[in-house]
Structure formats: structure tokens, C-alpha cells
């Protein structure tokens, strides 16, 4: 699964305090590619696969606002 | 609009980004929010429900969301216009907080002038006090 970040509207810092919080529900990495960060995410944990994506990109939109 | 999805574009001329990213706040709650830039000045908003919406539940969602949207763009402009007054405002405030009287006495005190008798030497002042005593 991969979901790319505009590096205009969504701060590094965001993104990375963000897979710190959902380590434990699958695993990340992150590569910048032009405009965009990218971040991939496998070995999702079966209960959250149909939601992770959703409530990660919240939650990423959530702690760019707080930072 | 596919998938318990509806997409919109926003001009950045018509809404400043603070305020795009106060309403999108806001609505963390309600919904799945993802924010994407289609050109410099324009921002694609998805905005995807958490429950299984109905197209015009999704065309409501989005009416609520450019509502926020404006609530929060009012916010940013009054900010913006009515900054210089605020500082005024609390300037004014900590300055009369002050004591008037206060001011005016420290400012005719010149540095030599002691009135707390704080320069008097400890011998000075308490052999006075002693001599006294006895």
C-alpha cells in the first residue's frame, strides 16, 4: 500500500511522528520523490487493513496542525 | 465521486491554507480527510465518510465542510487585519498596570538619591541603634 504526501501540505515531521504512533500496526518506509513523500506500508495487521490508510493520512493531518 | 468518496478543488485565492487546514481539523472527526496540491494554487480535497454515506449525505458533507471553511477563513482575516490593534490593546494594558505615581517618583530620583537606605554602611546605621539602647 503506498500513499503519497505533497510536500507543500504535509510536513516531514508530521509523517514521521505519525509512524512512530502506527509502527506496531504494520511496517513503514519513506522515500521523497519530487513534490511528493512517499510511504509505504506492509505487513498491515489483518483488523486495521481496510482502515489504516484512512485514519494514518487523519492522523498525519491531525499532527501537522499540532506542529 | 466513487467510494464513500467526494473530491473538490479550492482556490488559494479564495481561501488562505491556514484556513483549509483549520476546517480539514475540524472535520477529523466526521470523516476521512487527504489533501493533495493539483497546481500551485489550487488544493484537491477528498473527504470520505467514515460510515457508508449516501451521495447526498456526501454532497451535505461537503456543504458543512466549505461552511467551516468560510467560518475559519473570516477567522484568519480578522486576525490579519485587526493584529496591530491587539498589540496596541495589550501594550496599553501592561503599561497602565504600572503605577502612575510610581513612575513619576522613580523618574525624579537621581542615581545618588537613596531613600530605602540601602547605601548607609551596616556600622552607621546600627551603632546609632546601639548608643541609643543604652
Not at chain 2, 465521486?1 to 475540524?26: H, S, T
Not at chain 2, 460510515?51 to 471553511?69: A, D, R
Amino acid at each position: 500500500m503506498l500513499i503519497s504526501f505533497n510536500k507543500k501540505l504535509y510536513k516531514i515531521k508530521a509523517i514521521k511522528l505519525a509512524i512512530k504512533e502506527y509502527q506496531n500496526l504494520a511496517n513503514f518506509s519513506l522515500k521523497q520523490k519530487g513534490n511528493y513523500i512517499q510511504v509505504e506500508l506492509k505487513n498491515i495487521d489483518k483488523d486495521v487493513k481496510k482502515i489504516i490508510k484512512d485514519e494514518f493520512c487523519n492522523y498525519v493531518l491531525f499532527k501537522s496542525k499540532e506542529n | 465521486m466513487d467510494k464513500n468518496e467526494i473530491k473538490f478543488i479550492l482556490d488559494l485565492k479564495d481561501y488562505p491554507l491556514e484556513a483549509i487546514y483549520g476546517a480539514a481539523y475540524v472535520f477529523i472527526n466526521k470523516a476521512y480527510l487527504f489533501l493533495d496540491n493539483k497546481s500551485s494554487k489550487k488544493i484537491e480535497i477528498s473527504l470520505k465518510g467514515k460510515n457508508k454515506l449516501t451521495k447526498k449525505q456526501l454532497e451535505n458533507l461537503k456543504g458543512e465542510f466549505l461552511n467551516e471553511l468560510l467560518n475559519y477563513t473570516l477567522r484568519v482575516n480578522l486576525n490579519k487585519h485587526n493584529k496591530k490593534i491587539r498589540e496596541y490593546i495589550v501594550n496599553q494594558a501592561l503599561f497602565s498596570a504600572f503605577n502612575e505615581e510610581e513612575i513619576t517618583q522613580e523618574d525624579k530620583l537621581g542615581y545618588e538619591d537613596d531613600p530605602l537606605g540601602i547605601a548607609v554602611p551596616w556600622e552607621e546605621k546600627y551603632k546609632k541603634e546601639i548608643k541609643k539602647t543604652k
